[in-house]
């Protein structure tokens, strides 16, 4: 049974409103005055819920569902039971997306962790520091040196910002995140246990020794970017390393000095990007996918997961494999190879 406690629970919606609101269309415009005030999945919906259907491997829940609105594309409509509102969408779970937003705002950005308000008497912040009205500064959290923060950013427990740090507005630092030598946007949202700013892997290697090369650059980090839970972003060497605007970064992820993302990339969870690695506007990469230093992912170009980039891949491209080439290939490729493994299985046995 779904409990959202941890949560305020939301007054009830029209769908006539949800339909307006998300851009879908009310099959049935004299149910607009039925009214929402839960959400869950179709096949373990709770009465008087919402829920979305985009698979067609939950078709058959829907015989099943007691959920009182749904949305779906049309080619499932015919399928929805009576006595069942249907919201028709082109894209039923970015709709059911923008309908959660709705309902559940707050937890479209993360909460503090005391539920303090202000700048707590229990946290450092530095006489230089620029807060501006209405930061929430935790207890335990340390502001450095002439850091800046905007107006309405959370700094969670525990959260470190290095001197000289600016932070845009509306963005939330959450507990346990260290952000040094960076610069970020607005709107931004940095999980617990990140790490942004530290030394890059940059040694002159040599038989005498490993000489360490000092780490002078910055990470820019631009406007509505998140970055899951412990992810690590190292500082440029000697020009910034740059996360795009709306990039979105899963936990885990590992990005090296100097390397620059696009706008809107996706970095799924475990991905690895060595130093002066590129990615261009709306890449993706599939989960602990890795790009080699200095080599570039072009515009809108996909690379399962589990690849190894060695490199430059064109823009739109779609790679996989280790090492990445084209999906096609390298999907031909491993249908050989089994091939070539059954055919063996068969010869041993005929011996």
């Known amino acids: 049974m779904q409990d959202f406690s941890f949560f305020d629970l939301p007054e009830p919606v029209s769908v006539a409103l949800i339909a307006k609101k998300t851009g879908c269309t009310l099959v049935n415009p004299s149910a607009g005055d039925t009214t929402i005030s839960a959400i869950g999945p179709i096949e373990d919906a709770p009465p008087d819920s919402l829920c979305f259907l985009d698979n ?173 839970a412990n992810t690590t972003i190292d500082r440029g060497a000697i020009r910034d390393t740059i996360i795009g605007e709306g990039t979105k970064i899963d936990n885990q992820v590992v990005i090296g000095h100097n390397v620059v993302t696009g706008c809107h990339c996706v970095l799924v969870g475990q991905v690895g990007l060595a130093g002066s690695a590129t990615l261009g506007n709306y890449a993706v990469l599939g989960a602990r996918a890795g790009v080699v230093g200095h080599t570039k992912v072009g515009d809108g170009a996909q690379i399962a997961g589990n690849s190894a980039v060695a490199d430059d891949v064109p823009p739109g491209a779609i ?31 005929s011996k």
């Open 56 to 228: 067609s491997k939950y078709v058959a829940a829907l015989q099943d569902t007691r959920a009182k609105a749904v949305i779906c594309s049309k080619k499932y409509v015919d399928r929805v039971p009576d006595g069942i509102v249907v919201l028709q969408s082109a894209a039923p779970y970015r709709a059911f997306a923008e309908a959660m937003g709705m309902m559940f705002a707050g937890a479209l950005r993360p909460s503090g962790i005391t539920g303090e308000v202000g700048i707590s008497k229990g946290a450092f912040v530095h006489p230089d520091a620029n807060i501006e009205d209405g930061v929430t500064i935790e207890f335990g959290a340390v502001v450095g040196a002439g850091a800046s923060i905007g107006s309405g950013s959370l700094i969670a427990a525990n959260a470190t910002i290095g001197p000289k740090v600016q932070i845009g507005r509306n963005t939330s630092i959450m507990s346990g995140a260290t952000v040094i030598c960076s610069l970020v946007g607005n709107n931004v949202i940095i999980h617990s246990g990140v790490c942004i700013g530290q030394d890059g892997f940059g040694f002159a290697m040599g038989a005498g020794g490993h000489l360490k090369v000092p780490q002078v650059g910055r990470v820019i980090i631009q406007d509505d970017v998140e970055i899951g």
């Open 319 to 349: 790679w996989g494999g280790v090492p990445a080439r084209p999906i096609k290939h390298w999907l031909k490729e491993l249908a050989a190879a089994r091939a070539g493994a059954r055919k063996m299985a068969k010869g041993k046995k």
